[in-house]
């Protein structure tokens, strides 16, 4: 993969995206300090949207919703990606909000 920064997902990032099984979510909570969470689905289920946008189905795990109830206060959130078999790793800065309802990020096949 390329080493650039910038705002815009390229032919490159977009492939390290679409292959991760998993990823950090870091949001901010109410008292200001970051809370990180783990994301986790099949290969392809964190997708590029646009060519400044990601999206993922949000999997139930421990019901806690801790992430959703940061984002009604503060909507900035970090995104790590790792590839510990490549030591390679994606970090994004960025914003956040949930949408309710069907959903074209729902990855067939994976019941979570």
């Known amino acids: 993969m390329t080493r650039r920064m910038g705002d815009r997902i390229g032919p490159d990032e977009q492939a390290f995206i679409e292959t ?3 990823f950090y979510l870091a949001s901010v ?4 300090w970051p809370y990180l969470q783990h994301r986790g689905g099949p290969p392809g289920f964190l997708r590029v949207l646009g ?3 990601l999206g993922f189905a949000d999997f139930r795990g421990n019901r806690r919703y801790i992430t959703v ?5 503060d909507d ?4 790590f990606l790792m590839d510990y078999a490549h030591q390679a ?3 994004i800065l960025g914003r956040a909000r949930t949408v309710d309802g069907d959903s074209p990020l729902a990855v ?3 019941r979570a």
Request: proline share 0%; charged share 35%.
């Open 20 to 22: 991760r099984e998993s």
């Open 29 to 32: 909570g109410s008292t200001g």
């Open 51 to 53: 060519e400044r946008t």
């Open 69 to 73: 109830g940061n984002l009604d206060h």
């Open 76 to 79: 900035r959130v970090s995104l």
């Open 89 to 91: 790793r994606m970090k």
């Open 108 to 110: 067939e096949g994976y």
